[in-house]
C-alpha cells in the first residue's frame, strides 16, 4: 500500500556530505515510523536512523551519531538523511524502509548508492 522511492545517493570524498530523500506514496496514513538501513556488499542489513512520525524522536546507531541527521516533511511525506563528515565505511546501499508499529519495518524502497572514496 506505501510505495517508497530513495535517491540522492552518489560518490564523494572522504569529509564530504550527502543528503538522501524518501518520498513515500500511497496510503500512507498508518506509518508510524520510518528510518533508514544500509547494507554494504557481503555483509547484512543494518540499522542506521528513524524517526517517529507523531513525535519526530529519533534514533541513530553509534557509528553514525554526530554525523548524520534524519528529518521530515510532514506535507511532502518525504523523509531525509543528512549524511556529514562521511568516511569510507558509510559506503553501502542505503534503503528506506517504514514501519506500521514504530518498531518493525516491513515497506521497503530499492536503495541509493551511497559511495566514499579514499
Known amino acids: 500500500q506505501v510505495q517508497l522511492v530513495e535517491s540522492g545517493g552518489g560518490l564523494v570524498q572522504t569529509g564530504g556530505s550527502l543528503r538522501l530523500s524518501c518520498v513515500a506514496s500511497?496510503?500512507?496514513?498508518?506509518?508510524?515510523?520510518m528510518g533508514w538501513f544500509r547494507q554494504a556488499p557481503v555483509k547484512e542489513r543494518e540499522f542506521v536512523a528513524a524517526?517517529?512520525?507523531?513525535?519526530?524522536?529519533?534514533d541513530y546507531t553509534d557509528s553514525v551519531k554526530g554525523r548524520f541527521t534524519i528529518s521530515k516533511d510532514n506535507a511532502k511525506n518525504t523523509i531525509y538523511l543528512q549524511m556529514n563528515n562521511l568516511k569510507p565505511e558509510d559506503t553501502a546501499v542505503y534503503y528506506c524502509?517504514?514501519?506500521?508499529?514504530?518498531?518493525?519495518?516491513?515497506?521497503w524502497g530499492q536503495g541509493t548508492q551511497v559511495t566514499v572514496s579514499s
Open positions: 524502509a517504514a514501519s506500521r508499529n514504530g518498531r518493525i519495518f516491513g515497506i
Open positions: 500511497g496510503h500512507t496514513g498508518t506509518t508510524s515510523a
Open positions: 524517526i517517529r512520525w507523531n513525535d519526530s524522536s529519533t
